[in-house]
């Protein structure tokens, strides 16, 4: 069979063609999604799409539209009803369209993936679509893989964004909030109890890390201080904490990472360095670079992480802000070395 999926992002797409190739079935990818916006996030999915489609070799299909303009004239009258009266036809017609074009016997979208699209509505859409191209719609239910695909991306690295694509999905991913259930199907567990990792952001008694965060930065004074306006990120591993860490705003462009620690029991198997690429991709979208302070010792690491850019030291930094001499195994600290990641 000749499939052509219409493929919205990569981390959707990693379940979707997992169980199409269960099935023997080699999808071919094709991306068309004009409704993703601004700019640098319509960029970061398709690139990352792109290089995940390199990786696992699966054909793909690049129609670049960046429909920022296009979008909003349409959708502007009715923003409610964004998705079904525009977003999802227009994405999902083209790909009929060029199925039809180039003689592909069925097609199917990552849509019927996501837990937060309107499945049912999306399904009935194709279906239509099916009869009016004379082309079949190869309909799964790929919801039942959600969770599997989410921790796969994840363990994947690929860039997992925060909202759905418009600016309004944008919008209201930071003001909206709202405990309704998405439509799912029977048998589906909600509550991520599956999930083997899973990164949040704590917004209540973020002391309660503490003895974890002086594991990597002795003093509570210090701690205390940036702990109070910084942002703080669990990674879970089965509901366990294995790694957390604090980003503070510098200014409009820049964040820095100001402690990062894993516990004992999870060092070693990259947890620290998914931490860091889900902070990366959390704070792109609204700033240029992430700065970290550290000691010689921990400066390979970093590098290694993409802080290739050395921005300043310190001098006797640790000296002066410390009550205690400062040993990082056989390291006696004294400086505080910086280093950049650009987004
Ligand atoms: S919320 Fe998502 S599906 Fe709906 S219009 Fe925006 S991008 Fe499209």
């Not at 009715?78 to 998705?83: A, H, M, T, Y």
């Not at 679509?129 to 690929?158: C, M, N, P």
């Not at 964040?255 to 198997?269: M, Q, S």
């Not at 006797?316 to 400062?326: M, R, S, T």
Request: proline residues 3%.
């Amino acid at each position: 069979m000749k499939l052509l999926m219409h493929t919205c992002c990569a981390p959707c797409s990693v379940y979707c063609i997992d169980a199409l190739r269960k099935e023997k079935i080699e999808p071919t990818i094709y991306w068309y999604n004009p409704n993703i916006h601004p700019y640098k996030e319509y960029e970061a999915r398709r690139d990352c799409l792109k290089l995940y489609a390199e990786k696992i070799n699966v054909n793909a299909i690049f129609e670049d539209e960046y429909g920022l303009d296009q979008f909003c004239k349409n959708v502007v009258d009715n923003v409610n009803s964004r998705c079904v009266n525009y977003c999802y036809p227009i994405r999902l017609k083209k790909t009929f369209e060029y199925a039809k074009k180039n003689g592909y016997d069925a097609v199917t979208t990552t849509l019927l993936y996501s837990i937060y699209q309107n499945h049912n509505y999306i399904k009935k859409l194709m279906e239509d679509y099916s009869q009016q191209y004379g082309i079949d719609f190869l309909y799964r239910d790929f919801r039942h893989g959600f969770w599997v695909g989410h921790d796969k991306a994840i363990a994947e690295g690929l860039y997992m964004q925060k909202y759905c694509g418009c600016i309004y999905s944008e919008e209201a991913s930071f003001l909206t909030h709202t405990n309704t259930k998405p439509d799912l199907p029977e048998d589906f567990e909600f509550l991520p109890a599956k999930r083997t990792i899973m990164v949040s952001k704590e917004k209540n008694d973020k002391k309660q890390y503490m003895d974890l965060l002086l594991e990597s930065d002795p003093s509570e004074k210090m701690i205390e201080k940036y702990l109070e306006d910084g942002d703080l990120f669990v990674l879970r591993y089965k509901d366990v904490v294995a790694c957390v860490a604090v980003v503070t705003k510098i200014d409009n462009d820049i964040v820095e990472l100001k402690n990062i620690i894993t516990k004992e029991d999870f060092r070693g198997k990259g947890y620290a360095k998914k931490m860091i690429k889900y902070l990366a991709d959390n704070y792109k979208q609204r700033y240029k670079r992430m700065i970290v302070g550290t000691t010689e010792n921990n400066i390979p690491f970093y590098v290694k992480q993409g802080f290739d850019r050395y921005e300043k030291t310190i001098k006797n930094y640790f000296i002066d802000n410390y009550d205690k001499e400062i040993w990082d195994g056989e390291l006696h600290c004294m400086d505080l070395i910086y280093y950049s990641k650009d987004f």
